[in-house]
């Protein structure tokens, strides 16, 4: 049995209801600002001196993949962990891990994702309203962990202001061939000019995907073959057309409750969220089970993560203070690897609280917001795999931000003090004195363009994994070995910003380059574990600088009749140096899109280009990764005027059926990503 369930019924109860649209996040009028929720200041997202990307709830639905990184993987400066369709975790920038932060409605998702590159987000872009995306520095709001970007997912649940009927809703339903995936979701929103209830949920069932050829890479097929025959052995058959063992399953259902008025708003909400994913096998079925080699021994991971949160709103001013608002999540996470025998092998957890307050003031020529952050977590691995040992986490965290704006001249400035405490199991305490700060400055010569040059000092502690691991971590095929005497890693960053919009052409470029002193990594020691015989990582800290860009352009070509026509562009690079020499690890290379997109009325089409360069700038112990090239399609229809009340959607993905294998994966060599996919989704709101 995959996923051991008690809440699919009521899942799939709701997912064939309708549900709320997102209320505070896009505007109803497409001349009002989009808010940017996740900046100190929530800023309107043309005006932030950093790369912002906004998905709204129709941009997700064309965007689905399995898991957040897949979903936000076609981002400007976004590339994904890829661990097959069951768990994947964005990259910003080529950072990753704890160095980007994953929020939930504004406070920590609160999983394992960042501990191993096998275990998923507990958070699904079927049950999200609109996600944003931060690429740079956000320390100042969200802390050190947040010196490579913000991913923010707004589910929607609780309202912030009444939807202006008292009964709304949406479904979607879509069947893929190719992911051999059924997905389905939904919610319920009852309100009055007081008060709402909204209920989602979702569900997800995904077989094994279909991949073009073989599980491993040639070089590896090449490699497996002469460790065979030099033992004397028959090489086994390896696994093609299909990744096997890669089926995903997942099912959420929400409730939130709202009070709201002239006076601003308050909620509280629940959610429960319940995955199974298989980890897949690199050989073919056939011989003795026991002797099939795989990713990792262990067939599947159960998940489940109970999530209660609070937010606050509080619109009316008094004094200095124009609002406040506050938001507090309280989490319990779990997951266990489930072995062949059906037994236990680990188990995770990790329980805690996430909170946070923030006073919005003026104070002369001054806008700005004070805040105060703190968390609580115990985490803890346990089993025969657990290659950490339990550890308490507490954050405290107070940070200021100011802004003064004269004519078209605007300047920021913040700064932020936070203690990060660790209380492990075997190795004891230790405490980081956490201080960061941000200079920055935009201007806007006309409505049309705007400049922004920031600058930002962030102090990252060492996360538990690169202070206490020592064990064999089987995910990354490592043992790897932690440093409890690591100290504070610093980041100097610096960015610039161009955007240009006029009615035919829309221009935004971003280059940033990050300075580290101490980053913190496992590097490989030569050394080879007795017992596992897995090469030994140990962390330690090299200084290293990051540089790179990421450049968009959208542009109205022509129209033909009632067709118009549009064109666009992304390109995004980075490259990762150690200042002694070598390269930084899994650092995605340089992507290019180019993408033509017909639209009507009642239809819209689109066909893109994908182009993933080679994969040659290579730390020591890595392997070339070739570039490939992706065409995909869309095509979406609505039937009930120019409106959202039905629309079908038909996408094709990888048409070609290209072998890409992802270079920022760990296991690029022994699983490509899916091959030719077709979904059709039907989607309806009102």
């Not at 912030?160 to 979607?172: D, N, R, V």
Request: charged share 25%; net charge negative.
């Amino acid at each position: 049995m995959k996923t051991a369930t008690t809440v699919s019924s009521l899942a799939l109860a709701a997912s064939m209801a309708l549900a709320a649209p997102c209320l505070a996040q896009t505007s109803a009028s497409g001349d009002e600002p989009i808010i940017v929720t996740a900046t100190a200041l929530n800023d309107a997202q043309d005006e932030a001196l950093q790369g912002v990307t906004m998905l709204d709830r129709n941009a997700l639905i064309d965007q689905l993949g399995a898991g957040l990184g897949e979903t936000l993987d076609s981002q400007p400066g976004v590339a994904s962990t890829s661990f097959g369709r069951g768990a994947s975790r964005p990259i910003i920038r080529g950072l990753g891990e704890d160095r980007i932060r994953l929020l939930s409605n504004g406070t920590a998702q609160i999983d394992a994702s960042s501990i191993s590159p096998d275990h998923a987000v507990a958070s699904e872009g079927l049950e999200a309203q609109t996600i944003e995306v931060l690429r740079g520095s956000a320390a100042l709001a969200y802390g050190g962990n947040a010196v490579g970007g913000v991913v923010n997912v707004l589910d929607g649940r609780i309202l912030e202001a009444a939807p202006g009927s008292a009964f709304s809703g949406e479904a979607l339903a879509s069947n893929a061939l190719g992911f051999d995936e059924t997905q389905a979701a939904g919610a319920l929103a009852f309100a009055n000019d007081r008060f709402a209830v909204r209920v989602d949920g979702f569900i997800r069932d995904a077989g094994d995907f279909e991949i073009p050829g073989f599980a491993y890479s040639a070089a590896k097929r090449e490699e497996e073959i002469e460790e065979a025959l030099a033992e004397g052995e028959t090489p086994e058959d390896f696994a093609e057309g299909a990744a096997e063992n890669s089926f995903s399953e997942a099912e959420g259902l929400g409730v939130g409750v709202s009070r709201y008025g002239g006076w601003g708003f308050a909620g509280i909400s629940v959610r429960r969220l319940e995955s199974s994913y298989g980890i897949p096998k690199a050989h073919a079925h056939g011989g003795d089970e026991e002797e099939e080699e795989e990713i990792f021994p262990g067939p599947f991971i159960d998940l489940e993560q109970t999530r209660y949160e609070a937010r606050l709103g509080l619109t009316q001013g008094f004094g200095v203070i124009d609002a406040v608002q506050a938001e507090a999540a309280l989490v319990d996470y779990a997951h266990s690897e489930i072995e062949e025998s059906g037994e236990i092998g680990t188990r995770f957890s990790n329980e805690g609280f996430d909170a946070r307050i923030e006073a919005f003031h003026t104070l002369g020529a001054l806008q700005g917001v004070a805040g105060i952050s703190g968390s609580a977590v115990a985490f803890s691995a346990l089993g025969e795999e657990a290659f950490v040992t339990p550890t308490d986490i507490r954050d405290l965290g107070m940070f200021v931000v100011e802004r003064l704006e004269t004519g078209a001249w605007s300047f920021d400035g913040g700064l932020r003090y936070e203690q990060r405490a660790y209380d492990n199991e075997v190795y004891g305490e230790r405490s980081f004195d956490l201080w960061s700060a941000s200079l920055g400055v935009g201007y806007r010569p006309s409505e049309a363009i705007t400049l922004g040059l920031s600058l930002s000092r962030t102090e990252r502690a060492p996360t538990e994994i690169e202070l206490f691991a020592d064990g064999a971590h089987l995910a990354t095929s490592t043992f790897e070995e932690g440093d409890p005497g690591l100290g504070t890693e610093t980041a100097l960053s610096i960015e610039g910003t161009a955007r240009w919009t006029s009615d035919r052409l829309q221009l935004q470029a971003n280059v940033f380059h990050i300075a580290f002193e101490d980053y913190t990594a496992f590097f490989d020691t030569g050394l080879e574990d007795v017992d596992s015989e897995l090469p030994i990582f140990s962390a330690r800290q090299e200084d290293a600088t990051f540089t790179g860009g990421e450049v968009s352009a959208s542009a109205r070509l022509f129209a033909r009749g009632d067709w118009a026509f549009r064109a666009d562009a992304t390109a995004d690079i980075v490259r990762a140096e150690l200042d002694a020499g070598g390269n930084a690890p899994r650092i995605p290379p340089r992507s290019f899109t180019l993408g033509f997109t017909g639209e009507t009325g009642r239809f819209s089409s689109r066909v893109e280009w994908v182009s993933v360069a080679e994969a040659e700038d290579l730390a020591d112990f890595e392997t070339v990764t070739e570039g490939y090239d992706l065409f995909n399609a869309h095509i979406s229809f609505r039937p009930v005027a120019e409106s959202d009340r039905l629309v079908v959607r038909l996408d094709g993905r990888n048409l070609t059926d290209e072998e890409a294998r992802v270079h920022s994966s760990f296991v690029k060599d022994l699983l490509p990503r899916p091959g030719r996919s077709m979904r059709l989704a039907l989607s309806s709101r009102f």
